[in-house]
C-alpha cells in the first residue's frame, strides 16, 4: 500500500534522520529499491521524473508496477510515490493516476505566481491524501532538460510557501544534479540554518544528494532536513557494474546475454547504494 509521505518525514524530522528519496527508471530500479527498503527496515520514498515517467509508459503505468510490486513481494515498509520536479500540468496528472505524494517545482516562476500555482497542487492533493512539496531556489544541474542554475533560496520565500501549508519544502543552498564539480564550494548551512528557524517543524527537503560529503549530509540532517533525494549514484552504479560485466565477456558465456543476467549485477549494484544510503541517513529500522 503507498502512503504520503508527510507522516514519515515528520517523525523523521523528530528524531533527526532522513528519509531517502531514490529515483526509478524501470522494473530493475523499482526491485531494487524496494527490497533494499524492505531488508533494512526503512522507509522509503520512490521518486519518478517527468521523462522517466513517459520512459515506463506512463504514470498509470508507474503505479500499476509499484503496487503490484509491494504486494508481490510482501513489502511492508512505509511506500511514498512522488512526482520529482514536477510542472503544474504533470502534478495534476500524477494525482488523478494514484501517486501518493507530488513535488511541484514552481521556482522557476516568480514567487506570486509559484504560490498561486503551489497553492491550487495542495487544494487537489490535499483533497486525495497526497503529501506536497514545493521549491524555492532552483537546484542547480540539469534533469529531464530543466536547468537550474543553483540560487540560493530567499528566507522570506521560504517561509511564504511554507505558510500555504505543504508538506516539505525544496529549498537551493548551493547543491545541484548531478555530479558535483571540482570548485564546488558547499552547502550554504548558514542558510539552511535559517530557512529551518522560519520554516520549523516542516520537514525540509535536500535534492542533488549524489557526492555530497557525509559530514554534511549529517549536518544538513541535524538543521532540519528530512528527505534527501538521490538518483546519479544509482545510475553510476549501475552503469559501472554493467560495463564489468559486459567487459568481462559475461555476456557471451552460456546464456550470459540473457537480459535478466546482464542486468543483474547493476542491480545488485543498486540494492549496495540505497543500503549504504539508508544508512548514512539514518532510517534503518525507522519503518
Not at 504533470?90 to 503551489?118: C, P, Q, R, W
Not at 522560519?198 to 535536500?206: A, D, G, K, R, Y
Not at 538543521?223 to 545510475?235: A, M, P, R, Y
Amino acid at each position: 500500500m503507498l502512503v504520503s509521505a508527510k507522516e514519515m518525514l515528520l517523525k523523521a524530522k523528530k528524531e533527526k534522520y532522513a528519509v531517502g528519496q531514490f529515483n526509478i527508471n524501470n522494473l530493475e530500479w523499482t526491485k531494487a529499491v524496494l527490497l533494499t527498503a524492505q531488508e533494512c527496515n526503512s522507509p522509503v520514498i520512490l521518486g519518478v521524473s517527468e521523462g522517466a515517467g513517459k520512459y515506463m509508459c506512463g504514470y498509470k503505468t508507474v503505479v500499476g508496477m509499484v503496487k503490484g510490486m509491494i504486494e508481490e513481494l510482501g513489502i511492508t515498509v512505509p511506500v511514498a510515490l512522488h512526482l520529482d520536479h514536477g510542472s503544474f500540468e504533470h502534478a495534476l496528472k500524477v494525482i488523478e493516476a494514484g501517486f501518493s505524494s507530488v513535488m511541484f517545482d514552481g521556482s522557476h516562476y516568480s514567487i506570486e505566481e509559484n504560490i498561486e500555482k503551489t497553492k491550487e497542487v495542495i487544494r487537489l492533493a490535499h483533497e486525495k491524501g497526497l503529501s506536497v512539496e514545493a521549491e524555492v531556489g532552483s537546484i542547480g544541474g540539469e534533469e529531464d532538460g530543466v536547468v537550474g542554475g543553483g540560487e540560493v533560496a530567499d528566507v522570506a520565500e521560504c517561509k511564504m510557501i511554507a505558510d500555504l501549508g505543504v508538506d516539505m519544502l525544496a529549498a537551493g543552498i548551493g547543491n545541484i544534479h548531478g555530479k558535483y564539480p571540482e570548485n564546488w564550494t558547499g552547502l550554504r548551512f548558514d542558510v539552511l540554518e535559517k530557512i529551518s528557524e522560519e520554516t520549523s517543524p516542516m520537514p525540509l527537503v535536500l535534492h542533488g544528494g549524489t557526492g555530497i560529503p557525509a559530514d554534511m549530509i549529517q549536518k544538513a540532517i541535524s538543521l532540519g532536513v528530512s528527505k534527501i533525494n538521490v538518483n546519479t549514484e544509482c545510475q553510476l552504479s549501475f552503469a559501472e557494474a554493467t560495463r564489468k560485466y559486459v567487459e568481462a565477456g559475461k555476456d557471451l558465456e552460456g546464456k550470459g546475454f540473457d537480459p535478466r543476467k546482464l542486468l543483474a549485477p547493476g542491480t545488485e549494484a543498486i540494492k549496495a547504494t540505497v543500503k549504504e544510503k539508508m544508512e548514512l541517513f539514518g532510517s534503518v529500522n525507522k519503518a
